[in-house]
């Protein structure tokens, strides 16, 4: 898959994200922090990774931001996007099984190197749900835009 990716900061597992998504044979696009000469502020560059995979140019995105929250809402603020802030793999697993979650949001203050291998390895072998409840928690979202 293609993999935009976004940090509006080098702290914490910002670095190691770009290289634990390409050793799993993802290619990327890098904002903010990670790609210097853009703008690094969490609206800025967690909305610009965000608007490549309602536009088509990735498959998913990644967020990242000192809290995570900041680069989840300003993700979130794209139609069509489903950016869900994940803390642990379980999160991650059921974010992309109960909503078929199209951003990755982390927090660069609480991932730790480990959580981060394991949420990247939840996040990537999780699929949406078909279950007809879960499809409809989807489409509702669709229509609440
Ligand atoms: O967590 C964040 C937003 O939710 C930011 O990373 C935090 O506000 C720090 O930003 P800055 O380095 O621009 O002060």
């Known amino acids: 898959m293609h993999i935009s990716l976004a940090s509006d900061s080098l702290d914490g597992v910002a670095s ?12 990327v696009t890098l904002y903010g922090a990670l790609a210097p000469g853009g703008r690094a502020d969490w609206a800025w560059c967690s909305s610009a990774a965000a608007k490549n995979v309602t536009s ?5 995105a990644i967020v990242c931001c000192w809290t995570g929250t ?8 794209i139609a069509g996007v489903r950016a ?5 793999a379980a999160t991650a697993e059921g974010a992309r099984r109960w909503n078929d979650a199209n951003v990755l949001a982390l927090s660069l203050r609480l ?4 959580t981060l291998v394991e949420i990247l390895d939840a996040w990537f072998a999780g699929k949406p749900s078909t279950a007809d409840e879960d499809t409809a928690n989807i489409t509702h979202l669709s229509d609440l835009e």
């Open 84 to 88: 869900a802030l994940c803390v642990d």
């Open 56 to 60: 088509g140019h990735s498959d998913q």
């Open 111 to 114: 991932t730790s190197d480990q």
């Open 16 to 27: 190691r994200l770009v290289a634990e998504v390409e050793r799993r044979g993802h290619s």
């Open 70 to 77: 900041g680069a989840s809402i300003a993700a979130n603020k």
